[in-house]
């Protein structure tokens, strides 16, 4: 896969609790020149949509660990679309997911995904679940009419895994995310069943690629 069509597969991301705006116009004026999306923190988005608005722009929910109550995070995601957004993703709750509380978790997926009209991908944590539960998730993102599911936040130990993407790939569109820092990394996560990467080293990806 060549650099023109790799790019648009990649959500160029900055995440951390440091991120300022001066980092996100970095993140915006990279993925303008390479063509590629962008995944920023939500207060930015509307700063985002101003500034770049060529770049297709990817904002968080209810990160990052997803604790965040039903109606806050439908809220998020409205105050996120509105602002500018062009698609959320959401980090389910894992604690529900683990104590089988999945007509919960599925409610609150629905709920956010029926309150905006962009695409909706719901963050699974993978390294906190077991394969049962992945697929228990997945189900539940499903039901819920979600656009994809995407493996990490970054923020657990442990990101995205070829053997995760296969088993997410059986229920959804997947987003690898975390830990994926080189074009041999993003092709292996792409071959697996992804469609799209989430990195904060998208460029490097990009370089990696033939031209």
């Given at each position: 896969m060549d650099r023109d069509e790799l790019a648009p597969l990649i959500d160029h991301t900055v995440l951390g609790p440091e991120t300022a705006i001066a980092d996100v116009e970095d993140v915006l004026d990279a993925a303008a020149d390479h063509g590629m999306n962008a995944?920023?923190?939500?207060?930015?988005?509307?700063?985002a949509a101003d500034y770049a608005p060529e770049v297709t722009v990817a904002t968080v929910i209810g990160f990052p660990h997803g604790q965040n109550g039903p109606d806050v995070k439908r809220r998020e995601g409205v105050l996120a679309w509105k602002a500018g957004a062009d698609e959320l993703d959401v980090v389910l709750n894992v604690a529900n997911v683990k104590?089988?509380?999945?007509?919960?978790?599925?409610?609150?997926?629905?709920?956010?995904?029926?309150?905006?009209?962009?695409?909706?991908?719901?963050?699974?944590?993978?390294?906190?679940?077991?394969?049962?539960e992945k697929r228990d998730a997945c189900e539940a993102a499903r039901e819920a009419d979600a656009a994809m599911v995407k493996t990490s936040t970054g923020f657990a130990d442990g990101g995205a895994t070829v053997a995760d993407?296969?088993?997410?790939?059986?229920?959804?569109?997947?987003?690898?995310?975390?830990?994926?820092?080189?074009?041999?990394?993003a092709m292996a996560m792409l071959e697996a069943g992804a469609e799209r990467i989430g990195?904060?080293?998208?460029?490097?990806?990009?370089?990696?690629?033939p031209e």
């Open positions: 995944c920023i923190p939500p207060y930015a988005v509307e700063h104590t089988g509380r999945l007509e919960a978790v599925e409610a609150e997926l629905a709920e956010l995904v029926a309150a905006v009209p962009i695409p909706v991908k719901v963050i699974l944590e993978t390294a906190l679940l077991t394969d049962d993407v296969e088993l997410m790939s059986e229920f959804l569109p997947v987003k690898a995310s975390g830990g994926v820092g080189s074009y041999d990394e990195a904060s080293s998208g460029v490097e990806i990009l370089e990696g690629a």
